[in-house]
């Protein structure tokens, strides 16, 4: 858990809440978090439901892994303790998001249990939802996707700290979704997905606003 530095410094509520906001666009603001191994497919569904949600009338973002390490966690590597703070900190941008009523698509490999876990509390503590994904997908078959070419690079050691390779991957116990990648169709996760935004009432029915 990151510590305070900065003293003196204190919330500053606004006369514009949550539900206000939510009013607005016509939905609950919520944060989606893809997890898995590189090559899982968490960015191509995160994509996909993103597209089926802007058709639908719902606004949602994409905070995707190597985007945002090259912007707000541009400073930061593949260490244990770089990995902590890059899932600190786009766990605290995603929390925005769903405040601003937005749907948020997370989409990193977060491979530490207690990382994911710290962002869950967060958005339970402030009452927001938080719906973690396991973009489950055997090693094997995620090399022989390896879309960036990462896997073969960490096999002959011009990667370290890989992932599945060199470093743990810790899945989640009890995630509120649980797809398999490598056994299903991209268009039955992204139903999948819709079911439990449906079920929540962040959505409409059909996905529309509510």
């Keep these: 858990m990151a510590k305070q530095k900065a003293t003196n410094v204190h919330w500053h509520e606004g006369d514009i809440t949550r539900e206000h906001r939510s ?12 997890t ?4 899982s497919g968490k960015s ?24 945002v390490r090259l912007g707000i966690n541009r ?14 900190r786009i766990g605290e941008v995603a929390k925005l998001f769903a405040d601003c009523g937005v749907i948020a698509l997370s989409s990193f ?3 530490y249990r207690a990382d994911r876990d710290q962002v869950r509390s967060l958005h339970e503590a402030a009452g927001m ?10 090693l094997e078959v995620a090399e022989q996707r390896d879309p960036k070419g990462l896997y073969k690079k960490a096999r002959a050691g011009e990667i370290k700290n890989f992932t599945g390779i060199d470093d743990p991957y810790e899945a989640p116990e009890k995630p509120e979704i649980h797809l398999h990648s490598d056994q ?9 997905i819709l079911g439990e935004l449906q079920q929540r009432g962040i959505i ?6 509510q």
Aim: proline fraction near 1%; include cysteine.
């Design 75 to 88: 400073n930061l590597g593949f260490s244990a303790e770089d990995r902590s703070e890059n899932i600190r």
């Design 36 to 39: 898995g191994l590189s090559g």
């Design 109 to 111: 490999i977060s491979p």
């Design 204 to 209: 409409g029915q059909t996905g529309s606003k």
């Design 44 to 67: 191509t569904l995160a994509v996909e439901l993103e597209g089926f949600l802007h058709e639908q009338g719902a606004l949602s973002y994409r905070l995707d892994g190597d985007n």
């Design 23 to 34: 009013r607005l666009l016509g939905q609950r603001g919520a944060t989606l978090w893809f």
């Design 129 to 138: 939802d938080f719906i973690e994904i396991h973009v489950d997908c055997s």
């Design 184 to 192: 299903q169709s991209l268009d039955e996760e992204v139903q999948i």
